[in-house]
């Protein structure tokens, strides 16, 4: 089994303090108009690199669900002290549970190559409010590196189609680093 493949280590990869800047994570923040008193979903959160930092932005008045399977990357979270409107919850991203029709934003980062990706991008939906925006951010077709292996990325078409397939409008793509792009769009 290769090193990432072993849970534990894999949350201690994704709890890497490197991660937030190489995702730019603070950029992403901005970038989607997330503000005090929002509500906010991030659907496989790992150790919490977006979770966290999104719950001190929609402060007290607001509420971040991070959602999970991996129960190791969620306990990282909780050592971390995170704000108490971040809810952690170990759940699959396909059926969180969480109340339909509550969310101002749904964040999937790095999570489509890794599941089917129509069931994830359904939950979204039902996630959101009407107006609601959903964020993906995925590996460049590009970007030359062995993992993900290309086969498994998921392109800008194919991402575009899978996110009108789940009821989503209003694309807009960015080339986000060299390695990655962002993907957003709205619930109507
Ligand atoms: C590449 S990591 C990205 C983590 C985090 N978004 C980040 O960028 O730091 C993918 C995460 O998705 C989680 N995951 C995979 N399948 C999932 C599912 N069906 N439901 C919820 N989480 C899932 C994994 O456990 C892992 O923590």
Redesign the pocket.
Known sequence: MEAYDN?KN?ARI?GSDR?AEW?KVDEIIEKTGVSQGMVCV??????G??SIPLAEKVGSTGKVYA????PD?LQVIKEKNPPANLVVLQ????NTGVDASIANCCFM???LH??PPEG?LAEAHRLLKAEGKAITLEWRMDFDSPRPPSNERIDRDRMEQLMAGAGFTSFEYTEWSDSHYVMTAVKR
């Open positions: 849970p894999r994704l991660r995702l991030d659907l496989g959160c790992g150790a690199t977006l959602i999970d399977t991996n990357a759940r699959n991203a396909t980062i790095l999570l890794e599941v994830v």
